[in-house]
């Protein structure tokens, strides 16, 4: 009967408005595990990190190199480890979106794939303002994040570009890199990374194009209308017609 009631409800509210309170809470969800990991766990690593200095000097001191060496090794690891949960942090937030821009959110995880994945990720625009909503930054840059991971973790990309252009009236985001490409089983069983990118793409008035690249890889581009904007998509047609055959 329960679960009946939430079938209901769910036929009552419509199914996406679900889906948009579902991402909500996977969104909110992300941020707090990225919180409670940069200051929870990296504060208990530092100060491990910090007494496993103090032992060392002290070992040194006693003349005890074998030892000595032994806790440098600790601290070096820990501080290693510190970084590394310091990036997965990052990579579960927003990034680069406290009062900034799409193009500098874009810019940081650019930055931020390269120094975690050892890959190389760049990031390129055309300078025109976007005047986006915050939720419709969220959702673009969430869309770069979900299909740099899919170039890494399916694809096995180590070159990974991320274009954004603003028409007139309309933006492109793509995002290209040189792996192997998506599966077709991973493409046909329809993970959930995909669905999610084409509900966020569908939230911001916009649409999601996968496709492989003529020259090998995959291309992940979403078109979305900017503020003020009629329904001329023109910009954004010929935009992906390029993204396509780079």
């Keep these: 009967m329960e679960l009946q009631r939430i079938d209901d409800k769910m036929c009552d509210v419509g199914p996406h408005i679900w889906q948009r309170k579902i991402l909500e809470i996977v969104d909110s969800e992300k941020q707090r595990l990225g919180r409670e990991l940069h200051d929870g766990l990296c ?28 806790a440098e090794e600790i601290v070096s690891l820990l501080n290693e480890a510190i970084g590394e949960v310091r990036d997965l942090a990052q990579g579960l937030g927003p990034i680069g979106l406290s009062g900034a821009g799409l193009p500098d ?14 890959a190389c990720c ?5 300078g025109r303002p976007t005047n986006l909503r915050p ?24 070159q990974i570009d991320i274009c954004l252009e603003c028409a007139a009236a309309s933006g492109l985001l793509s995002i290209r890199d040189n792996g192997v490409g998506l599966s077709d089983d991973y493409r046909n069983r329809g993970g959930i990374g995909l669905h999610t990118m084409e509900y966020r ?13 003529h020259n090998g890889g995959t291309l992940v581009a979403c078109s979305f209308p900017l503020p003020l904007a009629d329904d001329n998509h023109k910009g ?11």
């Design 105 to 118: 959110g874009l810019e940081t995880l650019a930055r931020n794939v390269s120094h975690m994945h050892r």
């Design 201 to 213: 793409a569908g939230a911001v008035g916009g649409c999601l194009t996968v496709a492989r690249r």
């Design 236 to 246: 954004v047609r010929d935009g992906l017609g390029r993204a396509a055959s780079a």
């Design 43 to 70: 504060q208990t690593l530092a100060g491990i990190a910090a007494l496993s200095s103090v032992l060392a000097r002290s070992l040194a001191a006693c003349a005890e190199p074998g030892p000595a060496a032994a």
């Design 135 to 158: 939720e419709s930054k969220s959702h673009l840059l969430r869309i770069a994040q979900e299909a740099a991971r899919n170039a890494l973790a399916h694809g096995r990309a180590d």
């Design 122 to 126: 760049t990031f390129t625009w055309d």
